[in-house]
């Protein structure tokens, strides 16, 4: 229940082109859906995140797509670069506590 | 503004040894979690602290896992009689709103634990 599923595990893109990352989950209690980007040797940092009130969120080249009743929800980077090759890991939480639940995660590698 | 530090960045320990591994949280943020990254388990989380109230350690996977919270700020996270499986990323991060909006956690840099 407390599940977050992510795929695909590994994703090339050639420069320019659009990197989709797509993560489901089961838990309808979930109500913050953020997206960390990680680089080897550091912590994830925060890229960007969304709330279930709305379907999509855009912050320069990164956009949420979120799809409540599939319970589904995907980070869409647009003109990959190089310098974006590093893990994306979806998360997601609920209630006061605000832990997070983690997916699997996905390497992202941008080809020049 | 200074973000999460973790210290020791890495840390090498004998099996049956016992480590603590030290946070420091965003100035003012209330908040604090503790999560574990491995191989075989990913991103989980251990353990987390708000303000003056008792720690939620629904997360911590075995009784030989502590952690402590003084002042409000610095946290400890103590592993006892370490074994190779603990062998891990330990990180931590902070949130100046864990229950209200935003939401957001910063996490440190993390300290990698190796049990040889």
């Known amino acids: 229940q407390q599940q977050v599923k992510q795929s695909p595990q590994s994703l090339i893109v050639q420069k320019g082109g659009i990197s989709i990352i797509n993560c489901a989950y089961e838990?309808?209690?979930?109500?913050?859906f953020p997206w960390y980007q990680q680089f080897p040797g550091k912590g994830p940092a925060l890229l960007i995140a969304?709330?279930?009130?709305?379907s999509e969120k855009k912050e320069g080249r990164f956009t949420i797509s979120f799809n409540k009743s599939a319970k589904q929800f995907s980070l869409h980077i647009m003109d990959s670069q190089p310098g974006d090759s590093a893990t994306y890991f979806c998360?997601?939480?609920?209630?006061?506590?605000?832990?997070?639940?983690f997916g699997s995660g996905t390497r992202l590698q941008v080809q020049p | 503004g200074a973000g999460v530090s973790q210290s020791p960045s890495n840390k090498v320990t004998e099996k049956g040894k016992d480590v603590e591994l030290r946070c420091d949280p965003i100035?003012?943020?209330?908040?604090l979690y503790w999560y574990r990254q491995s191989l075989g388990q990913g991103l989980e989380f251990l353990i987390y602290f708000q303000g003056n109230s008792a720690p939620d350690k629904s997360g911590l996977p075995s009784d030989r896992f502590s952690a402590e919270r003084t002042g409000g700020s610095v946290s400890t996270l103590t592993i006892q009689r370490t074994q190779q499986e603990d062998s891990a990323v330990y990180l931590c991060?902070?949130?100046?709103?864990?229950?209200?909006?935003?939401?957001?956690?910063?996490f440190g840099p993390g300290t990698r634990l190796t049990v040889t």
């Open positions: 838990n309808t209690a979930f109500d913050y």
């Open positions: 998360a997601a939480s609920s209630g006061g506590r605000r832990a997070l639940t």
């Open positions: 991060a902070s949130s100046s709103s864990p229950d209200s909006l935003p939401y957001e956690q910063y």
């Open positions: 100035s003012g943020h209330t908040a």
């Open positions: 969304i709330r279930p009130d709305v």
